[in-house]
């Protein structure tokens, strides 16, 4: 069973960086593609990035592209999103995840991950 904590989040003015952290324990996640998704408040959830077990494949949710990035160290079974030029709509819950998708088009689908963090709030001030 893989136990995932999220660590990083805060409060940041619109146009400044945070940087989030999600350490894999009881379970490697070496072997799990890794994902982040995140919930505002009355919101769906909503996928933000994911990478492959090898961080070979990366996808990135049109609304962060240029504006984030998702990394991973299999060897720390920790992965990374840093965000940058953060807008006030960035504001939300952010949930790490580990799951096994079968193919490119599943990577951003929330219901392809089994495991999930508890979440780190994100507050992006106007």
């Known amino acids: 069973q893989v136990q995932l904590v999220e660590s990083g989040g805060g409060l940041v003015q619109a146009g400044g960086s945070l940087g989030l952290s999600c350490a894999g324990s009881?379970?490697?996640?070496?072997?799990?593609?890794m994902g982040w998704f995140r919930q505002a408040p009355g919101k769906e959830r909503e996928s933000v990035a994911a990478?492959?077990?090898?961080?070979?494949?990366?996808y990135y949710d049109d609304s962060v592209k240029g504006r984030f990035t998702i990394s991973r160290d299999n060897a720390k079974s920790t992965i990374y999103l840093q965000m940058n030029s953060l807008k006030p709509e960035d504001t939300a819950v952010y949930y790490c995840?580990?799951?096994?998708?079968?193919?490119?088009?599943?990577?951003?689908?929330?219901?392809?991950?089994?495991?999930w963090g508890q979440g780190t709030q994100v507050t992006v001030s106007s």
């Open positions: 995840a580990a799951g096994q998708p079968d193919r490119g088009s599943h990577y951003l689908d929330s219901s392809k991950y089994d495991f």
């Open positions: 009881g379970g490697t996640i070496n072997r799990y593609a």
């Open positions: 990478i492959s077990w090898s961080g070979a494949f990366i």
